[in-house]
Every structure is written in C-alpha cells, then in structure tokens.
C-alpha cells in the first residue's frame, strides 16, 4: 500500500515540477513542497516497516517535518 502511494505520489511530484521549470511559474511551489513532504514521510514509514529502525527511516521522517513547516509557512506568507 506504501509502495504503491509513493509510486503515486512520486510521478505528480515529477509531473508538478516540470510544469513549474517549463513555465517558469512558481504559484504551485507551496504544494509542491507539501507533497514532498508527505514523500518523505512515505519514504520513512517504508523504512521503519521494514525493519530499519536506523539512521535513515528516523532522518525521512524528520525532514519531512521539517519540508512541512516550510510548505505551511509558504501558504500562509505568500
């Protein structure tokens, strides 16, 4: 289920910033940025289910907190 909604999530993610570096129109950057981060918040629960409760499930997850507060501040000051 993971896997599959991080296919997903990852093809709008390329097809989102590709019309953003052909038009050269940024409006669509703060959700860009949300979907990024809910990327990689994907991309740490896939690591942490698989056992790899390490350095790199805990590292997703916190930078997807972290894109997020960034996403959030680019709604609301933009």
Do not use: D
């Amino acid at each position: 289920m993971l896997k599959i909604s991080k296919a997903i999530i990852a093809v709008i993610i390329i097809c989102i910033s590709s019309y953003l570096l052909i038009t050269k129109e940024f409006e669509l950057m703060p959700y860009l940025m949300l979907l990024l981060a809910i990327f990689m918040l994907v991309t740490g629960l896939v690591e942490y289910q698989r056992n790899r409760k390490g350095f790199w499930g805990y590292l997703s997850i916190v930078v997807s907190l972290f894109i997020l507060f960034v996403s959030i501040h680019g709604f609301f000051f933009n």
